[in-house]
């Protein structure tokens, strides 16, 4: 080999910043034995024509369910999954009807609507 050759090869540093590498894959070998070892238990599942649907109902509305129907189950963790849902997808229409509100002077904080057309022209200084 050349001395040319010598100095384009890749060369392996050795230092600090392979400590965060080193780390990422002791955390990845730990979490794989963990995974691997770890036993489930049996599947469990609902009765035999049990309506999940109708259970949150009951719950929502806090009607005794046994009276109503025998094929309902205990949906109380459903109802706070439902509510948690409920409470995300509100503040996300809320999120997006505040960025796409335009202020009241017509300044470019919100929806460019007239596709950045009055934007250019007073960047610019005129018309085109």
């Known amino acids: 080999m050349s001395d040319a050759d010598a100095g384009s090869r890749p060369r392996l540093k050795l230092g600090g910043h392979l400590v965060p590498g080193l780390a990422a894959v002791a955390l990845f070998v730990v979490l794989a034995a963990v995974f691997l070892q770890a036993s489930f238990g049996e599947p469990a599942g609902f009765a035999e ?33 439902f509510v948690l849902m409920a409470v995300v997808l509100d503040v996300a229409i809320d999120g997006a009807v505040y960025l796409a509100k335009r202020d009241e002077d017509g300044g470019i904080g919100g929806v460019l609507t007239d596709g950045g057309r009055e934007l250019r022209e007073t960047l610019r200084g005129g018309d085109e």
């Open 49 to 81: 024509g049990a309506s999940i649907t109708a259970s949150i109902g009951y719950a929502m509305f806090n009607v005794d369910a046994d009276a109503v129907s025998e094929t309902v189950v205990s949906a109380e963790g459903f109802v706070v999954a």
